[in-house]
């Protein structure tokens, strides 16, 4: 399979005649209204061009799901996320409303900027980090597992918070320059038996198909996705294992130094393009 | 998902003879009865076999669904409406449970 699997995408890489499919000439408009931003001029330094959202590599039937806020299922998560939101867990008697109260002011932008740097703990935050260190330092209640399915729905409330609003994150603050260029080498290192890295397929091949695959520029702004496959929420870190699990590599813990210094880089990547969270994809 | 959770999306107002698009979805893992837990034992079948959406008592639109049908079953039809009235909507799962929600309509 493996082999196979290789040595096909090394034919539609050197044959250069197959058919590249390329990214749906498409306009996504969530339930009429809210303007998604799927295209737009890469930052400096950006090898790429033009950013392309993942929604534009999906068939005309995923790309419907997520214009219509009712049909798409992610919707349904962020709706137990507004629940765990209001519920109160811990020995300090609060939820997350007890300080942050309403969700659609006070997180509006937060999914856009986040990774953060964070003095305290000398590394940067994701959603899920910056979660479950206020669920231990204020709540008193147990930080989630990773992946535990209220963790998912909760950065899945807090990132359509942001619905809309384009990626921008922060690279002065701390050592995030750093945990960029850490990043970037991990972004850039081929690894496992397919001896891939991630460059490799979201950068010098996104438009093209890996057997089956439509391969997208693998840009981050729909975090935690559903995907029809697994008829569930993935989140950013599950997908990075998948990835590397794909290449036939040791895959790092979650939330590990090289997976966080990954988020950096790549969501810098998709600087611009709107949080589109919950995306729907294959 | 925990318990199911029915939601619909229905005009509130149409003309009369207008013919108006249903939207319908319920929360449910649509458990197929093939898959096998972490220990080899079959996970028994636990799905919605049934969707029934009523206008007035008279039926509209109903339909029964196999293991096949994917996790937090989407239907969407159309009905002509002739006369205000009230739209009740029905899913019955496999253990006997039964969720219903109703949606009123005016015609203006």
Redesign the interface.
Known sequence: MAICAISGFLSLALGGTVMAGGPADDKLVIDGEIEIITRTAAPDGHPLGELISGWHYRTEETRALEADS??N?GM?YV??GAEIWNTVEGDAGKSCASCHEDASETMKGVGASYPKWNEAAGKPFNIELQINECREANMGAKPYKFDAADQKALTTYIKHQSLGMPVGIDLSTGAMQEWWDKGKEVYYTRTGQLNLACATCHEGYNGMFIRADHLSQGNVNGFPTYR?KQ??MVSLHNRFRGCIRDTRAEFPPAFSDSLMALEVYVTWRSSGLSVETPAVRQ | MATPKPRVKVPKTASQGEVITIKTLISHPMESGQRKDKDGNAIPRQIINKFTCEFNGQVVFSCDMDPAVSANPYMEFTAKINEPGTFKFTWVDDDGSVFETENKIVIE
């Open positions: 009712f049909q299922p349904l709706e137990r029809l008829a569930d």
